[in-house]
């Protein structure tokens, strides 16, 4: 039998404790089944790159089955040698990696979007597209430590509230994704590379000032860190806060719904939800703008989580999306707005304003009726939200 590349133990002693490290995350955080298939998103760059040896070595204890996509966007003249490169890491490990092309510019040009837009919205669809060809359990993806810090900053700039502000989730049963790496450290990924003798691409877009998450990487996040070293240590905590606050409002909402149902409906028109007075009269205003915020997602569908689709007596499976996750960026600019007017409207709730008419962002209104309240969004409005 030819031996295992990069078997765990073969590897460095610090290289072995951080594989293991990923290990003990992807049980205890992901919950990843034993026998799991995995379909990588390959880059070719340190992160994904780090993340196919760290799996690959991991294959054993946690009986992976193990696959990856790379994606060539077209956007950069060596976008062609980075996706070669990804594929050949990936035959050095044993791993199939398919190149798929994404024709973002036609994308961009086509529905009018930003091409950082086209191309995320292009490369996720590809994404799950191989997920369910080759027939994998989830999507993994090679975010850390740093990324979830400047997901943080992103959040708070964009206005999301908590525990969305806590950053994005490690697993999302949605859209089948997992960030094994989510706490740990961008340096030691590339010291794990360098003990391999294994080589990377750095994609020049990353240091673009024109994006907003290349300044926040580049200028603000080092003055923060130079204020405190802890920072990304300090972040990873609060995503944990974040974790635990996020099914404890599930779990209250769950009950609250438990005992008074909100009445749904539907017609060609569009879509609504009532909250009825039984149900808010009783609770704390944090509750309250919770189940509104529910609602919203609840009527957008691509912005519920998967235990809301299913309803608030079945239990969640992992951590779900959130609002302001860098690849779902359901009514990311309008939080602040929608933040706003979720607060008046309670006010006008509960200062007993009835018949009065709110506007949300996504085409949503939200309107008090007999001391009620009703959610509302056109059926045109809905692939906005």
């Known amino acids: 039998m030819t031996p295992r590349p990069f078997a765990l133990q073969a590897l460095p002693p ?16 992901l919950a990843l ?28 204890r946690l009986g992976l089955q193990l696959h990856a996509l790379s994606i060539d966007h077209g956007l950069r003249p ?3 040698a980075d996706a070669a490169h990804a594929q050949s890491l990936g035959q050095s490990l044993g791993l199939p990696c398919r190149i798929l092309q994404a024709d973002v510019r036609g994308l961009a040009a ?48 964009r206005g999301a509230g908590w525990p969305a502000l806590g950053g994005m989730p ?31 691409r750095e994609d020049a877009s990353n240091q673009d000032a024109r994006f907003r998450r290349n300044r926040l990487r580049h200028a603000v996040l080092p003055l923060l860190r130079a204020e405190n070293p802890s920072l990304d ?45 039984a149900l ?12 509104y915020l529910r609602a919203v997602r609840q009527l957008c569908g691509r912005g519920a989580t998967a235990a809301e689709r299913r309803g608030p007596a079945a239990p969640a499976a992992g951590h779900q999306a959130q609002d302001g996750d860098p690849a779902e960026p359901l009514a990311a600019p309008g939080a602040q707005a929608r933040a706003r007017t979720l607060l008046a409207l309670d006010a006008a709730l509960t200062q007993g304003r ?19 309240v009703r959610f509302s969004v056109r059926t045109a409005a809905l692939p906005r939200c």
């Open 14 to 29: 610090a290289a072995a404790r951080l594989c293991l490290k990923v290990e003990r995350f992807c049980r205890r955080d």
């Open 233 to 277: 240590r300090s972040l990873c905590d609060l995503w944990q806060l974040a974790r635990q606050d996020e099914d404890y409002w599930r779990q209250a909402t769950d009950a609250a719904l438990a005992a008074h149902p909100w009445e749904e409906s539907a017609d060609a028109a569009g879509r609504s939800l009532y909250l009825p007075p």
């Open 170 to 200: 490690a697993r999302d049963d949605a859209r089948r994704l997992l960030r094994p790496l989510l706490h740990t450290e961008p340096a030691a990924l590339r010291a794990l590379l360098r003990h391999c003798g294994l080589t990377w």
């Open 354 to 372: 009835g018949q009065t008419c709110f506007q949300l962002p996504g085409g949503i209104t939200a309107h008090i009726l007999k001391g009620g």
């Open 280 to 291: 808010l009269r009783t609770l704390h205003p944090a509750a309250r703008l919770r189940l």
């Open 110 to 157: 086509r529905e009018g979007r930003g091409l950082e837009e086209a191309a995320r919205c292009l490369r996720y669809a590809l994404l799950e597209a191989e997920r369910q060809a080759c027939r994998a359990d989830f999507i993994v993806l090679g975010h850390h430590a740093g990324d979830l810090s400047e997901d943080v900053l992103l959040r708070l700039l």
């Open 78 to 80: 060596e976008s062609a």
């Open 33 to 60: 089944p034993q026998g799991a298939s995995l379909l990588l998103g390959l880059s070719g760059g340190a992160d994904s790159s780090a993340l196919a040896v760290i799996l690959h070595a991991l294959a054993p």
